[in-house]
């Protein structure tokens, strides 16, 4: 059930203290997305969130809707087509609805804004951050100013908060953030696509940080406003006020979640730093977890990479959630290795495991679910 540092014995003391707020069955802990959008969505083949660039500025859209009102709701943005599978949104529904969720959602650098009600992180309507090759992603000012609207996000938490993000090209600007941070990433970081385009990838981080010249020991905002994304900003931003708040965060996902830890953890005195990883748990699907590349586990490759630069110890675990005896092809080409993760799936998967719920009644779950939404 892990990934990253492996626990010796899942049911271990120091394991069920770390996960006693997800199993406390009078708290209910909040759900947090965020919608975001970057130009490096733009470029051709980059991302398989959506199966043209035109497809991909709503992806966001299509996916909020879809966790917030379910697959019987016939939604005003479609789902983009996608080369194989369907959106994971369809799990975070399902996993939603098991543990009684209501979701909030917030929205950030959109190029429309939602037609649903929601939390708007910007007062201006800057729209999504610039490719991450212009090395120029976002100006510093807006940076700070996303940043410090997600410390008081974080500050006013009274409950422990799952984080999940909708942000298509995200794993890239990721790859570069971490990079910029000094890590070398561009063999460990995925993406949705069956093959992820690394080559691609690879040029343009190389682009963005020779263009952006940061120089030695670039500050966390001076990455960001280089390559990053919108909701990397905030997200940094919200983890530092959830130390201040006192709540646990399970940051939904895999390396986009993993380059937003990074960057909290840079931003604190190093004295400070294993008491933000002591809150924060990391949860993602069995197939981001298992997913291979160039012969090496690459998620796990990745928090252990994190854990020794930044010296640390960091929770990943997984959902057991698997499809292989599903009804629909859709939830079958996930073991295939199509879309893996997103929209929260796997933690949200994960909480409801660790709250009682059986991976069977989840999984036929989703398949009356798509059934649902087949039937739109």
Same mark, same amino acid.
């Given at each position: 059930?892990?990934?990253?540092?492996?626990?010796?014995?899942?049911?271990?003391?120091?394991?069920?203290?770390?996960?006693?707020?997800?199993?406390?069955?009078?708290?209910?802990?909040?759900?947090?997305?965020?919608?975001?959008?970057?130009?490096?969505?733009?470029?051709?083949?980059?991302?398989?969130?959506?199966?043209?660039?035109?497809?991909?500025?709503?992806?966001?859209?299509?996916?909020?809707?879809?966790?917030?009102?379910?697959?019987?709701?016939?939604?005003?943005?479609?789902?983009?087509?996608?080369?194989?599978?369907?959106?994971?949104?369809?799990?975070?529904?399902?996993?939603?609805?098991?543990?009684?969720?209501?979701?909030?959602?917030?929205?950030?650098?959109?190029?429309?804004?939602?037609?649903?009600?929601?939390?708007?992180?910007?007062?201006?309507?800057?729209?999504?951050?610039?490719?991450?090759?212009?090395?120029?992603?976002?100006?510093?000012?807006?940076?700070?100013?996303?940043?410090?609207?997600?410390?008081?996000?974080?500050?006013?938490?009274?409950?422990?908060?799952?984080? +999940? &993000?909708?942000?298509? $090209?995200? *794993?890239?600007?990721?790859? @570069?953030?971490?990079? =910029?941070?000094?890590?070398?990433? !561009? /063999?460990?970081?995925?993406?949705?696509?069956?093959?992820?385009?690394?080559?691609?990838?690879?040029?343009?981080?190389?682009?963005?940080?020779?263009?952006?010249?940061?120089?030695?020991?670039?500050?966390?905002?001076?990455?960001?406003?280089?390559?990053?994304?919108?909701?990397?900003?905030?997200?940094?931003?919200?983890?530092?006020?959830?130390?201040?708040?006192?709540?646990?965060?399970?940051?939904?996902?895999?390396?986009?979640?993993?380059?937003?830890?990074?960057?909290?953890?840079?931003?604190?005195?190093?004295?400070?730093?294993?008491?933000?990883? +002591? &809150?924060?748990?990391? $949860?993602? *699907?069995?197939?981001?977890? @298992?997913?291979?590349? =160039?012969?090496?586990?690459?998620? !796990? /490759?990745?928090?252990?990479?994190?854990?020794?630069?930044?010296?640390?110890?960091?929770?990943?675990?997984?959902?057991?959630?698997?499809?292989?005896?599903?009804?629909?092809?859709?939830?079958?080409?996930?073991?295939?290795?199509?879309?893996?993760?997103?929209?929260?799936?796997?933690?949200?998967?994960?909480?409801?495991?660790?709250?009682?719920?059986?991976?069977?009644?989840?999984?036929?779950?989703?398949?009356?679910?798509?059934?649902?939404?087949?039937?739109?």
């Amino acid at each position: 059930m892990t990934a990253g540092r492996v626990w010796p014995d899942p049911e271990a003391t120091a394991l069920n203290q770390r996960l006693a707020p997800w199993r406390h069955p009078q708290v209910q802990p909040d759900l947090l997305l965020v919608l975001a959008a970057t130009a490096t969505a733009e470029v051709e083949g980059i991302s398989a969130a959506g199966a043209s660039a035109a497809s991909r500025r709503y992806t966001a859209l299509a996916d909020a809707e879809l966790l917030l009102y379910g697959p019987g709701h016939r939604p005003r943005w479609s789902l983009p087509p996608l080369p194989a599978g369907v959106s994971p949104a369809l799990i975070s529904w399902v996993a939603a609805q098991a543990l009684g969720l209501r979701p909030l959602v917030a929205a950030v650098g959109l190029q429309q804004q939602p037609p649903f009600p929601h939390l708007r992180l910007e007062a201006c309507d800057c729209g999504p951050a610039a490719c991450l090759s212009s090395g120029r992603a976002m100006a510093p000012d807006r940076v700070e100013r996303l940043w410090q609207r997600g410390v008081r996000l974080g500050r006013s938490l009274r409950r422990p908060l799952v984080l +999940a &993000e909708c942000v298509p $090209g995200g *794993t890239s600007t990721a790859q @570069a953030v971490l990079t =910029a941070l000094g890590l070398p990433v !561009a /063999d460990l970081v995925s993406g949705s696509a069956l093959h992820p385009p690394m080559q691609l990838k690879r040029r343009l981080v190389e682009a963005g940080l020779q263009r952006a010249a940061l120089g030695p020991d670039p500050s966390p905002q001076a990455i960001l406003a280089a390559v990053g994304d919108p909701f990397q900003a905030v997200a940094t931003g919200l983890l530092l006020g959830a130390m201040e708040s006192g709540q646990p965060v399970m940051l939904a996902g895999g390396s986009q979640m993993l380059a937003v830890l990074a960057l909290a953890l840079r931003a604190l005195p190093r004295a400070e730093r294993s008491a933000l990883t +002591a &809150e924060v748990i990391l $949860g993602t *699907t069995a197939w981001l977890a @298992a997913e291979s590349l =160039a012969g090496r586990p690459a998620l !796990a /490759d990745l928090v252990t990479r994190l854990e020794r630069a930044l010296a640390v110890e960091i929770l990943a675990l997984h959902s057991g959630l698997r499809f292989h005896e599903s009804r629909h092809q859709a939830w079958r080409d996930y073991e295939r290795g199509y879309v893996k993760e997103g929209v929260g799936a796997g933690a949200l998967a994960l909480l409801a495991q660790l709250r009682g719920c059986s991976l069977e009644l989840l999984r036929r779950d989703c398949d009356q679910a798509l059934d649902a939404l087949q039937r739109l």
